[in-house]
């Protein structure tokens, strides 16, 4: 697994799992991608991450949220 510059999660970016917004993308060979929420990111993120070509974790703006 690698850590790229990817595009940013947007409002528009849905989990695959709840439709809540994505703060989470796995981007797996031959172009697949899944987004999640920060609760499915957790609850599937280990073994995502063993066959993930690339995460893209933006949960830390859930934080700058809380805060704002």
């Known amino acids: 697994m690698t850590t790229a510059t990817a595009r940013a ?4 970016d849905r989990c695959d799992r709840c439709q809540a917004q994505a703060y ?3 981007e797996l060979e031959k172009g697949l991608e899944l ?5 499915h990111a957790v609850q599937h993120g280990e073994k995502l991450k063993a066959i993930a070509v690339n995460v893209t974790d933006e949960t830390h703006r ?7």
Request: aromatic share 10%; proline share 0%; glycine share 0%.
């Open 62 to 68: 859930l934080t700058e949220i809380a805060k704002a």
């Open 9 to 12: 999660l947007n409002n528009q």
């Open 35 to 39: 987004l999640f929420c920060n609760h």
């Open 24 to 26: 989470v993308r796995f």
